[in-house]
C-alpha cells in the first residue's frame, strides 16, 4: 500500500501555494486599502456584475455564507457597497458598489494585475495558458465531488 507522503500530495501543494499567493496579496490590499481577501474578492465579484445577493456571491467567490456575510457587512458599514432590497426575493438583498466602493474598485483591480505579473513574471504565455486550462480541469474534476454529494 502507498504511503502519503504529504509534501508530494498535489491538493496539499496546490493549498500551500495557494495560500502562499493569497497571503502576499492580502498584506499588499490591507496595507495599501485596508482590505481583507474576502472584502476584496466581493467588490472585485460585485463589479463585474452589479446588484447580487450574499447568496449569489458565496457561489462566486466559493467562500462560506458567514464569511461573506462579514465581509458584506464590513463593506456596507465602510460605505463601499450599497443594500437595496431583491424584488426577486424579499428576504434578501442586491448588493452594489457604492461610488466611494468603484472608485477604490479602481484604484485596487490594477494593484491586483500588477501583482499577478509579478508573480508569474518567471512563466511564458505557452506556460500561463497550459497552467490556467489545467486550472480549468481541475475545477471541473473537483466540482464533479460536489455533484456526488448533492
Known sequence: MPSLKLHAFLPYRLSIASNRVSDAIASTYQALFGLRIPEWRLIAIIAEGEGMTQQALGRATRMDKVTVSRAALALAERGLVERQPNPADQRSHLLSLSPAGRALYDQVAPKALEMEARIFAEFDAA????????????EAAAGAFDLERG
Request: cysteine-free; overall charge negative.
Open 127 to 138: 506556460e500561463l495558458g497550459a497552467f490556467a486550462a489545467m486550472l480549468d480541469r481541475l
